[in-house]
Structures are given as C-alpha cells and as structure tokens.
T-cell receptor, first 111, second 113 residues
Framework: DGGITQSPKYLFRKEGQNVTLSCEQN?????MYWYRQDPGQGLRLIYY???????QKGDIAEGYSVSREKKESFPLTVTSAQKNPTAFYLC??????????FGPGTRLTVL | GENVEQHPSTLSVQEGDSAVIKCTYS??????FPWYKQELGKGPQLIID?????GEKKDQRIAVTLNKTAKHFSLHITETQPEDSAVYFC????????????FGTGTQLKVEL
C-alpha cells in the first residue's frame, strides 16, 4: 500500500525530555511537511523540506528540529525548548502537482 | 504572509440539504486552494482543490468556486448525507514558494437525520 505512516499514534513526554516523531512515505514525493494542530484550530506549519538534505522553517519552528537524510523519511524532534508541546502533529507529503496528502497523526501529551 | 479566514465555524443542515462553506484569503499571489475533510482523531483528507486559472470545479456532490478578484473561494456540498459530518478546512498557497499551505480555522459540519 502506498501512503504516509506516522508513529507512534500516542506519545507522552515528561518535562525536559526531547521526543522524536516518525514520518515515512512510500509515495516517492520530494516534498514533506510537519504541521501542528491545536483543539478547534487550523493547522500551522512547523517545518518543510522540498528535497533531501534541505529543509526550511515554517511559521512556528521554535522548539522543534527536523532532518531529511532520506527521501522517504522526515522525523520531527520536539525539544525541551518547546514550552507548550501538547498537540496533534501531522505529517504531509506532496507530489509535483503540489497536492498535499496527510498521515494519520501523532497525539503528543506532556505529563 | 498569507491569512485565510473561514466561515462559519459550525454548520448544521438536514440530510439532503446543501451546505456552503466560505473562505477569504489575503495574498493575491496565492494560486492553489485545496479543501480537506477531517474526521475525529484522523489526518485531513484532500477532497477537492482548485487552481487560480479555473473558476469552478465539480466532483460528484462536491464543488468549489473561486473568485480571484474578491479573493474568496467556497465549498458546496449538495444532497448532504450523515457521513459528510466532519470538520472541513480550506487552505491557500503559492505553489512557486514551497507550496506552504495556510489553513483556515475549520468548519464543523453536522448533517442531521
């Protein structure tokens, strides 16, 4: 099956911990994106990558980091510098037609 | 940067009626306007999109219209069914600038029997 997978589905973080969210796609898409969704709100862009080994900050990059070592993978690390990390995190990838397709999401909760 | 406003925030219709959701955008350079449907606890699903060289696009019960002059676009769902109940998001982007989507705040659609 082609698609975007995110893991884990649920993640719990203690104060001061860094956690890494996984995003993998087998759609052969060049571009990948990370969004954050808070209750009752739209999605906000954290980071995006248009090609391997290159990525750019989105609107709310502070407290987050990413890497893009492989075309298929775009992991997001939520660092201890992110003061309010509890949210629903969504990964997406896009094709040459710029249509973005989303994964199932990871719900992160700070304990 | 781009700013997208979406109305209404909640919409309740009777099964079989039509539903209309409206969005406005601020950046005249935006040229791609997708609509997403999100069910509870799931990722958004692309349901239809429109590009700035087209005024209207239809796919079965769903249609989208775009008015570039007024900078607004709308989603129309006809013959609504209970399974249409979900949160709908509009978005806008300039495809030449990394295709960064700016989302509206969403519309909770409820289709009542």
């Amino acid at each position: 099956d082609g698609g975007i997978t995110q893991s884990p589905k649920y993640l719990f973080r203690k104060e001061g911990q860094n956690v890494t969210l996984s995003c993998e796609q087998n759609l052969n898409h060049d571009a990948m994106y990370w969004y954050r969704q808070d209750p009752g709100q739209g999605l906000r862009l954290i980071y995006y990558s248009q090609i391997v080994n290159d990525f750019q900050k989105g609107d709310i990059a502070e407290g987050y980091s990413v890497s893009r070592e492989k075309k298929e993978s775009f992991p997001l690390t939520v660092t201890s510098a992110q003061k309010n990390p509890t949210a629903f995190y969504l990964c997406a990838s896009s094709d040459i037609a710029n249509e973005q397709f989303f994964g199932p999401g990871t719900r992160l909760t700070v304990l | 940067g781009e700013n997208v406003e979406q109305h209404p925030s909640t919409l309740s219709v009777q099964e079989g009626d039509s539903a209309v959701i409206k969005c406005t955008y601020s950046d005249s350079a935006s040229n791609y306007f997708p609509w997403y449907k999100q069910e509870l606890g799931k990722g958004p699903q692309l349901i239809i999109d429109i590009r700035s060289n087209v005024g209207e696009k239809k796919d079965q019960r769903i249609a989208v219209t775009l008015n570039k002059t007024a900078k607004h676009f709308s989603l129309h769902i006809t013959e609504t069914q209970p399974e249409d109940s979900a949160v709908y998001f509009c978005a806008a982007s300039f495809t030449g600038g990394g295709n960064k989507l700016t989302f509206g705040t969403g519309t909770q659609l409820k289709v009542e029997l």
